[in-house]
């Protein structure tokens, strides 16, 4: 386009804006279709997790209380109340036995009790993965349910520490006394914690995965800040939720546009 039309183009263009006298902000709303079809499903069930990481949080029953707080607000389908299994004790259990050393004829045979594992890394956390594919298992709890739509999976949430650059504002007066804020470029310790859940969704009639999703938030904080770590627990979690429930019913992406009259 030549300068001259650009020039014309331009002129045209503000004239009609002059002549638009009013203009107003319309809301729109985009629906999102689910990830998962879950139309032949009345009920759901949030069964547990395999977690691991932070002792400081039990993340098996506050994952759970939340989704289904989160669920009855956000999905039409009937949130079961029952209590949480603990999934790393059942995985462990369902393992392959090690072999046994053998046996001292005078040793004091023992009987200890067995406590849930404590899962320090997430490359631990993947040795109990082999209970989602237990397909007798699922089968068995939905059909003690009325075969609902069971989710379940693994949550790690951990401890981070990272030192880097950040910037800050700070207050300088110059020659005449006058006053700036001006941003300065720092070295700081921060720590935090990460969130990694993996939701599996299983259908309670066949025990079969019908779909799964990965997450990964983190959150750093001034090593100064002293944030509880079920604070920034929730502050993650808060993130992914969408997503989550974007997987079971329609979600809008809210908006506006700026028509002219």
């Given at each position: ?173 110059d020659?005449f ?17 990460v969130?990694s ?33 079920l ?6 979690m ?24």
């Open positions: 386009m030549t300068a001259p039309i650009r020039a014309i183009v331009s002129l045209a263009l503000a004239v009609t804006l002059a002549a638009c006298t009013n203009f107003y902000e319309v809301a729109i709303e985009t629906p999102l279709k689910p990830k998962l079809d879950v139309s032949r499903f009345q009920r759901v069930l949030i069964a547990g997790f395999v977690t691991g990481g932070s002792a400081e949080v039990d993340v098996n029953l506050e994952t759970a209380r939340l989704l289904r707080s989160q669920l009855r607000n956000g999905s039409q389908l009937q949130v079961i109340d029952a209590d949480v299994l603990p999934l790393a004790e059942l995985a462990a259990e369902q393992a392959p036995a090690p072999a046994e050393p053998p046996r001292d004829p005078a040793a004091v045979p023992t009987n200890p009790t067995q406590a849930e594992p404590a899962i320090a890394s997430e490359e631990e956390l993947e040795e109990y993965e082999h209970i989602f594919a237990n397909v007798s298992f699922w089968k068995d709890l939905g059909e003690e349910y009325q075969h609902p739509l069971i989710v379940t999976g693994t949550v790690f949430f951990h401890t981070h520490q990272r030192g880097g650059m950040v910037t800050q504002e700070r207050e300088v007066y020659s006394g006058r006053r700036q804020v001006v941003p300065i470029r720092t070295y700081r310790d921060r720590k935090g914690y969130l859940p993996k939701f599996i969704f299983i259908d309670g009639e066949t025990g079969a995965t019908l779909y799964t999703e990965r997450h990964r938030e983190e959150i750093l904080y001034d090593a100064s800040q002293n944030t509880p770590a604070s920034s627990y929730f502050e993650l808060d993130r992914l939720m969408p997503s989550f429930l974007g997987a079971l019913s329609t979600q809008s992406i809210k908006g506006s546009r700026i028509l002219l009259k």
